[in-house]
């Protein structure tokens, strides 16, 4: 059974509806040409830093948790070969990937969640089968351009990284929204760092002891049932974090499992991000004290997918 205070949020929360019956976008409909002049304006020197981690299987994070993410593998096809109709021709190379949507830096798309036979909007869960989401498929969701915001909260504290199992409040969300000056305006897409990705010691060596997956996986800093609907005040199209969860793991009580996913994808219809590299990001901030940046967050469509592979950029 499901907390009141999930119960209450939930009511307090749910956009079904709000962009019609048929809607397939949820909180991407705030995206508007609004939101997109505001991301133009925000780049001042085009700074542009890519946020989303190496898709490898030597890097990748999954530990096999998760039922069915399997970390990126790439395989040649073909090295060096001829085409037959001209075999004294040019040598040619090809390779092909076999990877989980969600393996590395994502969005979860509306059709990741369902309850009690349902989706988002009202859909039937049913309407998913071996091919994928016809109504909710992550093809549905380009192009995601807008203007990103980003939250550093381990910086707002004077620390580095948020502690293990930290419960983000909205009193977190809102000391990172002071410290870095800009108030989020609807349809921005909020980029919230919790300095988690240390764990992972991008850039070094593999072997490097520093490198710590079960750290980087949980106990986890994240969101809270609470922040749900500080998002949806504020009108927020997408929120991202560079986490493996995106909320607090473990959860916040015994009575709800992973909530905030039920909350954003299931109720409020809000594209989540997750596993993205922001530290570089927030290093140029802090430097020039300029949060706002254009983000194009584009997944690659494939029909159906439930999940989206994207490597998100921030041109500042």
Known sequence: MPSSHFIETAAKVRNWGRWGADDVLGTLNLIDAAARRRAAAAVIDGDARTLGLPMSAAEGIQLGFIKGRVNPQLTMSRINEAEDMAPDGPCFTEDVVTFSMQSATHLDGLAHVSCDGLLY?????????????????????????????????????????????????????????????????????????????????????????????VAYTWPAPGLTIETAAWFHDHDVS???????????????????????????????????????VLDDLAEAVASDGRPTFLLDATPLAFTGAVGGAVNPLALR
């Open 121 to 213: 909007n009202g859909y039937r869960a049913d309407e998913i089968d071996e091919q994928g989401s016809r109504r909710l498929g992550i093809h549905h969701l380009g192009p995601v351009v807008t203007r990103g915001l980003l939250l550093d909260l381990p910086r707002a504290r004077g620390e580095d990284l948020l502690p293990a199992g930290h419960a983000i409040t909205i009193e977190d969300l809102e000391a990172a929204v002071t410290a870095g000056g800009v108030r989020p305006e609807p349809g921005d897409a909020l980029c919230i760092r919790t300095g988690q990705m240390a764990h992972l010691a991008l850039g070094r060596a593999l072997d490097d002891a520093a490198r710590n997956l």
């Open 238 to 276: 997408l929120v991202a974090t560079d986490t493996m969860t995106l909320e607090v793991f473990p959860g916040e009580n015994e009575e709800d499992f992973l909530p905030v996913h039920v909350l954003h994808l299931f109720e409020m219809g809000l594209t989540q991000g997750q596993n993205w």
